[in-house]
Nanobody
Framework: HVQLVESGGGSVQPGGSLRLSCAFS?????MAWFRQAPAKEREGVAY???????NYAASVKGRFTVSKDNAKNTLYVQMNSLKPEDTGVCYC????????????????WGQGTQVTVS
């Protein structure tokens, strides 16, 4: 079982930047950032796997960068060129890689941090 605690959310003008952090208690999972806009489903936006590979949703590619500091047990996402449509609650998630399905099964979630772009 892993515990996840996000920080770094806030309000920013369009074009601005924010960096979110997620402290985790156990470093053996694939990890990701999800966001949930008002009245919309939660969506994955940035993924990082145990081998260091990253993957991004098309809507944030080129603007967001996910990274992980294993020494500090902290996951980050640097969000640049923010747009109003990036507004929502951002969640850090950790999961177990399924070799059969070729996906990360996200089972652990942080409490979320609000990002508002306006």
């Amino acid at each position: 079982h892993v515990q996840l605690v996000e920080s770094g959310g806030g309000s920013v003008q369009p074009g601005g930047s924010l960096r979110l952090s997620c402290a985790f208690s156990l470093n053996k999972y694939c990890m990701a950032w999800f966001r949930q806009a008002p009245a919309k489903e939660r969506e994955g936006v940035a993924y990082i796997y145990s081998d260091g590979r990253t993957n991004y949703a098309a809507s944030v590619k080129g603007r967001f960068t996910v990274s992980k500091d294993n020494a500090k047990n902290t996951l980050y996402v640097q969000m640049n060129s923010l747009k109003p449509e990036d507004t929502g609650v951002c969640y850090c998630a950790a999961g177990v890689w399924s070799a059969v399905q070729g996906i990360c099964d996200f089972a652990y979630w942080g409490q979320g941090t609000q990002v508002t772009v306006s």
